[in-house]
């Protein structure tokens, strides 16, 4: 049986799909069009014809891997419930302990980056996009009154820093931290930046008839601390 003719949008997802497969298999300085190539069963100058060179083809396939991710968040921030939900299940999947996939895949982009000036724009645009989209759901959260977070942008920064270290140490250095006591780190950090106890991060408990007649109490902040005298 032949092989099943595609549209030149369909053989380029194609390609990109492999290609993200072999960079987080081989990384990015081992791969070879060649090994594209095989997984797909195609010839090395088809890839070339879509992609001209292995530069190119890997900041495609970076961008395209982004562009998943991105659309993932986009739909976990989207989602018309509370900002500190939204920011909870988004900080959850983001984070190295979810269900969130490719860790190792972008690990070998920061470290391809700074030799590759294309994958370079790639990731510092996905890290961007990233820390604005949460900023903007604090800033949200803040002017509804949900929690307090005097710099929005700031928070942001802060807790990406922080999850992609965790990802560095988990993906790359097993048994380094555990994967619960990471996820601890990551709630006690999402709190703090919101002025929060850690246990307004808890998943809501399905309410009994009774209790559902009582409206739910918004998440406790943390005292003020009080100044040295």
Sequence with gaps: MGRVRLSVAERREELLRAAIEQISARGVAA???????????????LVLYHF??????VAAAFTHAAE???????????????????????????APTGPAKGWRLWIEGWAAAPREPALREVTRELDRQWKAA??????????AGEFSCPEPDA?????TALLDGLAVQLTSYTGTVSRARAQEWVDE??????????????????????????????????PPRRSAS
């Design 155 to 159: 928070a942001a920064l802060r807790l």
């Design 68 to 94: 998943d991710d991105l659309a993932h968040l986009r739909g976990l921030l989207a989602r018309r419930t509370s900002a500190l939900r939204r920011l909870r299940a988004a900080v959850r999947w983001y």
């Design 189 to 222: 950090a999402l709190a703090r930046e919101l002025g929060l106890e850690r246990s307004a991060l808890a998943p809501a408990r399905r309410k009994t008839p009774d209790v559902a007649r009582v409206s739910a109490a918004r998440p406790r902040l943390r």
């Design 134 to 143: 949460l900023a903007e759901v604090i800033a949200e959260g803040v002017a």
């Design 31 to 45: 791969l070879r069009i060649a090994d594209v190539a095989a997984a797909l069963g195609v010839s090395n100058a």
């Design 52 to 57: 001209s060179t292995k530069e190119r083809l």
